[in-house]
Structures are given as structure tokens and as C-alpha cells.
């Protein structure tokens, strides 16, 4: 059942799961928990629509890299599958076994933890079974990039897919308008006893569940735990701590131009680093697509940011400024764009403001900031790709300067996917959460999302995300049918 929180109050007393947030992650945690016989809440801040009250929410400043936030998110049913593009990708076994330049280690778990729920996942996002993560060309010599893989959904809009589900799921009970607003964990026996939500016109009530579940996107995770007072009082959050940190997102990077020799094929060329390159450069991983002017596009959330900034640009007239949008007059000449995996970073953090939304949280400040790992890793990326795309024969690479000289400023924008802040770690000395997605310190307190990736490797982590997802459902099923049969 869908209810309006404005309108409608009728929460109940006796949930196993409370779910915060109906974006990918969370719409399909609900319907697994409740299709195993779970009653489950679902709590969305947003209604069915987007709405200018409702996004504003997601206001915050920014004293790092700029990032967009406002813009790149959506604050309703369904979350940012709403514009979201379609790429699908999954990690690869050496994302688990290979940990990432700097201190900070990699993922806890192995592998096979997650690979098992692929199919899954695949299923959820319309993509058909066995179908092959498939490449548009081939690699290139000298083993450093291989043709990138991928498949694309139609896109799947998980509110309007999965409405019927919403709707009609027995035991599931679907909250819009519904704006959590505290978590209140109760030190003696650790766990969170409840969630106290709000609507627009500041009534509140709380709501008790057995197991709760944070999947309100990298950002509004880390702003929901650092909000609680009581987490802060317990020592389960740090205002200096690890909550918020580790922010990544893939590093678009305006690497350079090309020019293909004559009689090459004018189609587009995505590549992927291989193991080899990430092992021989101690580098993260990367996509490197290579496109002809005549077929550059804008997908997605960038679509999005483009399509306002290209507005802005032309009502103040100052297009000449806003190197984000980006003109060309070269017919036939191609540029080269990146989705480059970001290293974790302890600066690269999500931390309150003293100023305080309408409905008393405070709100975020995001510093977006790269490493000298990053830096390396593109360095290495465009230096290698320009030199084996000359000797294939291809054409020529003129690379821009701030990518073989790190003492120039990087020119690079967002793709709009957030990653860490609550990051999965063997111990809380290096996360969040734990192999199990659990909030450190606490015993029925869970994070979903990409907020939880340890790494983000170099491909769109809708599908990564959904397969965690999975698995958390399986393990809370398994706990909550342990605790049952212990009551019992």
C-alpha cells in the first residue's frame, strides 16, 4: 500500500524492517523482505513527483571540486532511477582482490559474495538472462586496454516498474512525504529503538522496527547518521570520524582531442584498463571513450547539469567561461572522455553545517577532493592510451596539458555518481559498516547503497549496487528467521 504522509498517518507498531528511502536500493530491499513474509516499512521524503520544496532538501554547499548535488539527485518515489541512463556493468573479481593505492584497504569480502546475484540483478533492470556484457570494439595492443563491456537497460524507472508491486505487496507498507528526520539509538541494548519521521508541517511521531535500513544515497546516508545525536552521544558516529568520508565519484576528465587516420572507422571506441595496467602503474581503473564530434552526447544526470549550465550560459552571456559546456567547430576531429575510478580519500568527506533545513536537520557540506593517486592515475591512463592508439595505427592524441603535468589545474567534471562515506571495512578502524552491511557499534542498524562501496572501480554502480542489495536482503531474511525461531 502507497499512503501519502501528509494525509495520511497510520503507521504501525509491530514492522521487522523500516526502510529509509525508495530509490534503487531500497525498493528493492522492500520487496524482497516483504515477498519473504516480513512486515516492512518503506519511508520516502519525496512523493510520486518531483517537487521544489522537496528538492531543496538536498540543498548543500560545496568547498571542494564542484559537484552539482542539487541538481544530480532526485528527491522522489524512485529516486534517481528517474534519470538515470541505462549502463549497466558489474565489478570484476580483481576490484575485490586488488586493494587501492594509498592506506585504506579494499573490500573485506571476496568476489563470489556478490557474483552469485548478477542474474538477479540483471533481472531487475529489464536486461534479458545470459545476455552478454558485450564490447562495441576491440582492445588495444600492448595488453593496458581492453574494449570496455557493458549492456544498457531500457532504462529501467523502478517507481513506475515496480508500482504495482508498491501497491499490492502484502505486508509492505509504502510511505510518501515521509521525512526521517533522527534515528534514537539506545545505548544499553545497541541497537536503534526507533526512526522519528516528520511531514512538511513539522508533525512527528515515531516508528519502531526491528532491523532499520539507511538507503538515501551516499550523501543523505552519511547526513542521516551524523545528524543523530544519540549515535553521536554513544560514540557509534564521530564528528571527526569516518562517517562522510571516503566521498568518490568517476573522474570525467576533458583528457584531449584526436584526429583518426584516414580510412579508420569513425565509430565510437570505449576502452577499459586491464589488470595488467592497475598491477604495472599501481593506478586505479578506467574507461576511456573515444568519440568523433559529430556523435558526442550528453546522457543522464550530466544531460541534465549540461542542459542547465547551458541555460545559464547563454542568459548571463558568459558561455566563454563555463568550460563544462564545451563547444566545438572541428567536424571529423574526436575528443576523449573518461570515467577514471577515484581513489579513497579521508579528505574527500560529507560534514555538517551550522545552518539547519525547514524541518530541523542540519545541512551538508560536500569537499569533493582528489588525491595525488588520482592524479597519477590519470597521468598514466592518457599518456598510455594516446601512445597505443599512435602505434595501432589509429590516428593521433594531442592529450591537454594538465593530464602529463600535475602541477597544472585538473579540468574535469562530475558523473554524478556518489560513492563512500559509509564505506564497507573488516574493522571500524577503516569503515562504517561491516562485511554485512552494519553500521559498527550497532546491532540492527544497516546501510544500502553505493555508500557502502570500499572502492568504486570505473563503471555506473547501479548494478554493483543492486547486487549488495540483494545480498543484504538474503542476510536479514536469514537473521530475522534466527530471531523468530530463538522467540518461538
Given amino acids: 500500500m502507497i499512503q501519502d504522509y ?3 498517518k497510520t503507521l504501525r507498531s509491530d514492522y521487522d524492517f523500516c526502510i529509509v528511502g525508495a530509490g534503487p536500493a531500497g525498493i528493492t530491499l522492500a520487496l524482497r523482505l516483504a515477498g519473504a513474509g516480513w512486515q516492512v516499512a518503506l519511508l520516502e521524503g519525496g512523493g510520486h513527483e518531483p517537487s521544489p520544496r522537496s528538492q531543496d532538501f538536498y540543498t548543500c554547499t560545496s568547498s571542494g571540486l564542484e559537484l552539482y548535488p542539487a541538481q544530480t539527485r532526485l528527491r522522489y518515489l524512485g529516486g534517481t532511477s528517474n534519470h538515470w541512463a541505462g549502463r549497466c556493468r558489474p565489478f570484476v573479481p580483481s576490484d575485490f582482490a586488488v586493494a587501492p593505492p594509498g592506506d585504506l584497504p579494499g573490500w573485506p569480502i571476496a568476489y563470489a559474495e556478490v557474483e552469485h546475484y548478477l542474474p538477479a540483478a540483471m533481472d531487475i533492470v529489464d536486461l534479458p538472462q545470459g545476455a552478454e556484457f ?3 570494439n576491440t582492445g588495444l595492443d600492448g595488453g593496458d586496454f581492453d574494449a570496455d563491456r ?9 517507481a513506475q516498474k515496480y508500482a504495482t508491486a508498491l501497491a499490492e505487496t502484502p505486508g509492505l507498507d509504502v510511505f510518501i512525504n515521509c521525512n526521517c528526520v533522527d534515528l534514537e539509538f539506545d545505548q544499553a541494548s545497541g541497537r536503534l529503538a526507533a526512526v522519528v519521521v516528520s511531514d512538511y508541517e513539522l508533525q512527528r ?5 526491528r532491523q532499520f535500513i539507511l538507503a538515501t544515497g551516499a550523501i543523505e546516508n552519511a547526513r542521516q547518521l551524523l545528524n543523530s545525536q544519540s549515535l553521536l552521544a554513544a560514540g557509534i558516529v564521530e564528528t571527526e570520524g569516518l562517517v562522510g568520508r571516503c566521498f568518490m565519484e568517476h573522474l570525467n576528465i576533458d583528457m584531449g582531442t584526436f584526429i583518426l587516420k584516414q580510412g579508420q572507422d569513425p565509430e565510437q571506441r570505449q576502452y577499459y584498463t586491464t589488470d595488467a595496467f592497475v598491477a604495472e602503474y599501481n593506478a586505479g581503473k578506467g574507461n576511456v571513450c573515444a568519440t568523433v564530434l559529430a556523435d558526442v552526447r ?10 542547465f549550465l547551458e541555460n545559464l550560459a547563454c542568459e548571463t552571456g558568459v558561455a566563454s567561461k563555463i568550460e563544462f559546456v564545451a563547444k566545438f567547430s572541428c567536424p571529423g576531429d574526436g575528443v576523449i572522455s573518461t570515467m577514471i575510478e577515484q581513489v579513497p580519500n579521508l579528505h574527500s568527506r560529507i560534514s555538517l553545517q551550522d545552518e539547519k533545513d525547514e524541518l530541523g536537520m542540519a545541512k ?3 569537499n569533493w577532493a582528489l588525491s595525488l593517486a588520482d592524479r597519477h592515475t590519470i597521468k598514466c591512463i592518457g599518456s598510455e592510451l594516446a601512445k597505443q592508439f599512435a602505434e595501432m595505427g589509429l590516428g593521433y592524441v594531442k592529450l591537454n596539458d594538465f593530464v602529463y603535468d600535475t602541477a597544472v589545474p585538473l579540468k574535469m567534471s562530475p558523473h554524478a ?5 559509509t564505506r564497507m571495512a573488516a574493522g571500524p578502524e577503516y569503515g562504517v559498516v561491516d562485511a554485512n552491511c552494519k553500521v559498527f557499534g550497532t546491532e540492527n542498524l544497516y546501510v544500502a547503497g553505493s555508500s557502502i562501496f570500499a572502492t568504486g572501480g570505473a563503471s555506473n554502480p547501479t548494478m554493483p549496487l ?7 536482503a538474503d542476510h536479514l531474511n536469514e537473521k530475522m528467521k534466527t530471531y523468530r525461531g530463538a522467540v518461538v
Fill in 134 to 136: 558485450h564490447a562495441l
Fill in 298 to 307: 550528453t546522457y543522464g544526470r550530466t544531460a541534465q547539469v549540461k542542459h
Fill in 364 to 366: 551538508v557540506n560536500v
Fill in 6 to 8: 501528509q494525509t495520511q
Fill in 150 to 158: 557493458f549492456l544498457l537497460s531500457p532504462p529501467t524507472r523502478f
Fill in 205 to 209: 511521531e515515531r516508528l519502531a522496527a
Fill in 417 to 421: 555518481h556518489h560513492m563512500g562515506t
Fill in 466 to 472: 543492486l547486487q549488495f542489495a540483494l545480498r543484504l
